[in-house]
């Protein structure tokens, strides 16, 4: 395929294509390259210089024209990457604080220096879990040193710390009821970096039109991006060609994708359907409904008491009445990070396919699937610094190629007459109508920001840090946290003896901490401790032990309280 004309694209939208990744389908009308510390009490903490300033990786690092952001909505000119200061306010929001001179001569508020300690005893490098330090230590802030680099598909390898990554989030340096934000409820969401939001600014500013199909230069800018996206996200999970992934709303569309078109053509009468006890609501209920409507069943594989899945009982429930095994990567509610690899391989013996749902999983350590074998991998945008709304499904070109159209129209045909439909080729024969595609080019600006971190450093950090928030909350009289798995991403739901939960997050919201109440779609893993509803913090790489200690702290007047 030939590059295609890119000028005029605004500069973030054009530092994202010529990667060099691997070339993805393309409309043949529109030939495009692909690219590729000690518990703190006080309410709040005071501003200090973050350590480590200096300039932030990631891509997008021209600033949008004006005009190219005037007209969104909540928004008001053109906010200055460096500085928010002249940025008009959005309806209903405190004022930004001034984050002038990001390089490290002026402060961030809300953030605290980081301190330069050893690492959390009993830490792995590069591993998805954390063991906590021995009990009745004094909580260590986690190391933000980076590990060696890994090899993983498409990645950029880059220095990490989280203040690197906070300088690049904007609404980092709100305040909320008066207070510098604390955003610990990255399972529900993540911040989206200024990169992100100055790839999709840019592209409704000056490339905006449909794609595929269309011979002017717009359509064929628009295209690429589209197809560039593509490619992106293969070289991010692994697979061997961009034609492998299709593009859905998300983890939950993805998952029902698999469902009405391999699950009504592979799952019949007295077929059974393994799903963990930990799984999010997205990862049964489609399954029941398949299985209501083909007289199959859904086995429940149970946990214990840690909140892993039961790998004896797992391996006894395997049958040849199995078809699919479906199994978070991680889970949204414990944190467990289960053995996908050795479950698919258990599975595949049974002649069993394997869907493994990503979407916790992403955001905090490397995947590869072709590493795992997983027959369908899904995952959601908005999970991993990307906007609302686009999400991705890997599977393999045999299931793809097998795999009927579930939805019907524009761009997934070749033909149509009255007489005989012909369906276009995979993934495009998935994505009838016109997509998200300004959620296309905000994904890929995304995952090129992220891999300019190593992604085995985050996820070392995000473990220690997992470790620190863990000894530091046991020192809250009566909160329970739930799970104890080896293996865990930093997803931490607890209760708190003598309150309600919605109350507590009710609370913590008072002192600007954002964090999650209620089933978090995850009922049957509550069940499994007796409950209908928890607290959960989730963390992500742009948290820090300050915002631990934040926590903590308003926790302790919580519980002090009359």
Known sequence: MTTPEVTGLAAPLSALLGK????????????????????????????????????????????????????????????????????????????VPDVTAMSGAGAVPGMSAVPETSAVPGMGTGAPGATSAAPGSTPQAPTTEPTPTQQIPGAQRGAFSPEMARRDFPILHRLVNGRPLVWLD?????????????????????ANSN???GAHTMARDATALYEAGRAAVADFLGAPSPEEIVFVRGTTEAINLVAETWGRANIGPGDDILVPVLEHHSDIVPWQQLAA????????????PDGQIDQFAYADLLSSRTRLVAVSHASNVLGTVPPVAEMTALAH?????????????????????????????????????????????????????????????????????FDR?????????????TGHISGVVGLLAALDWLSSFDHGAIAKYEAELLAYARQALAAVPGLQVLGDA????????????????????????????????????AQPALAHYGLVSAVRASLALYNTPEEVDQLVASLLRLQQSP
């Open 20 to 95: 060099g990744a691997r070339t993805g389908a393309a409309d043949a009308a529109a030939p495009a390259t692909v690219p590729d510390q000690a518990v703190r009490t006080d309410p709040a903490p005071s501003a200090a210089t973050a350590p480590g300033a200096g300039a932030a990786p990631g891509a997008g690092a021209t600033v949008v024209p004006a005009a190219a952001l005037t007209g969104l909505p909540g928004m008001s000119g053109t906010p200055d990457t460096s500085a928010v200061p002249g940025a008009g306010t959005v309806p209903g929001m405190s004022a």
């Open 186 to 206: 990255n399972g529900a969401t993540t911040q989206k970096p200024r990169q992100v939001i100055e790839a999709v600014a840019a592209f409704y500013g000056s």
């Open 486 to 521: 080896p293996d865990r991403i930093a997803v931490l739901a607890f209760t708190l003896a003598g309150h309600d939960p919605t109350a507590v997050a009710q609370s913590l919201d008072l002192d600007g901490i954002a964090v999650r109440s209620g089933h978090h779609c």
């Open 211 to 213: 794609i595929h199909r």
């Open 421 to 433: 439909t012909t369906f276009a080729p995979a993934p495009h024969r998935f994505e009838a109508g």
């Open 293 to 304: 409507e083909t007289h199959a069943r859904v086995v429940p594989v149970p946990l214990l």
């Open 349 to 417: 013996r049974y002649g069993a396919k394997v869907l493994v749902d990503g979407a916790q999983a992403v955001a905090h350590f490397p995947v590869d699937v072709q590493a795992m074998d997983a027959d369908f991998y899904a995952f959601s945008g908005h999970k991993l610094f990307a906007p609302t709304g686009i999400g991705a499904l890997y599977a393999k070109p045999e299931l793809l190629a097998a795999m009927a159209p579930w939805q019907g129209g524009g761009n997934m045909i070749e033909s149509v007459s």
